[in-house]
């Protein structure tokens, strides 16, 4: 492969599948070939049993810069029907994402760290949703998710504006859930990480798919608890202080 080639990188570690956005040319820009290999990836990285935790990030010191601006000359398919598809795909992830975000957290950027579950970023990260600078009409689902993640108004300004917002904004307003100084964003995510690993599937499955508005599963999780023994295990594993061993997965 040419190592310049904009891509999608990953690997799995300790739990943790890792996508790096890698297009440093273009600020790590989303071209239409990633936003297509996006789906498929999360796909076989859900398949993968040693998956617990999905991290999203940037190649060196920036997240996503948005779309690469020149593939909305491309006529080969609809650039924003394919950045949903990765949105939507990784907003349905069936385990804790988060995003990492260092830099410029623009346009498709922001598309993508609003569907993660988490976002954590370093102090000095900038974030912007930036489709007015263009005339183009945000997806109707990725303008609901945002409001339902920071709130009409916020999404209004974002929105009508183009303008970008430092971390204490994004951490204000709910758009990040942490913000750390550059040099010990690894090491929290890297201990975080390791702490969403250890906790139960079964709570972490049934807890997202509650929080994304599902109302209709109560009898299944119910009945997965009773079956898993997770429940059991960590009774049993706070009772005599050790560290739990759960056993339930994704697809049980």
């Known amino acids: 492969m040419d190592r310049t080639e904009p891509r999608l990188e990953h690997h799995v570690a300790n739990g943790v599948a890792t996508v790096v956005i890698t297009n440093p040319a273009k600020r790590n820009a989303m071209t239409a070939a990633m936003w297509s290999a996006l789906p ?11 998956v617990r935790v999905l991290v999203l990030t940037g190649a060196g010191d920036t997240f996503c810069a948005g779309a690469d601006i020149s593939s909305l000359r491309e006529r080969t398919g609809d650039p ?19 995003a990492v975000v260092r830099g410029y957290c623009v346009g498709g950027g922001s598309q993508l760290a609003a569907a993660c579950d988490l976002r954590f970023a370093a102090e000095g990260a900038s974030f ?10 945000y997806a109707a689902s990725s303008t609901r998710r945002l409001v339902a993640l ?3 108004a916020a999404t209004k300004h974002l929105l009508f504006s183009g303008e970008l917002i430092d971390t204490a904004r994004a951490l ?7 913000v750390l100084p550059a040099d010990g964003l690894d090491e929290r995510v890297g201990a ?5 690993a250890a906790r139960s599937q079964l709570t972490q499955a049934a807890a997202k798919e509650f929080a994304a508005g599902r109302e209709d599963r109560d009898a299944y999780w119910a009945q997965q608890a009773r079956r898993s023994g ?6 049993a594993a706070f009772l005599e202080r050790r560290a739990p061993r759960f056993t339930w997965t994704t697809g049980a």
């Open 40 to 50: 498929v990836l999360l796909e076989r990285l859900a398949a993968d049993p040693a």
């Open 80 to 98: 924003q029907a394919l950045a949903v598809a990765a949105e939507e795909a990784l907003a349905a992830f069936p385990r804790p994402t988060l």
């Open 128 to 137: 912007g949703v930036t489709p007015a600078k263009l005339g183009i009409v």
């Open 150 to 152: 920071i709130g009409p």
């Open 172 to 178: 204000r307003t709910g758009l990040v859930d942490e």
């Open 192 to 196: 975080y990480t390791a702490t969403l």
């Open 230 to 235: 997770d429940t059991a295990e960590g009774v």
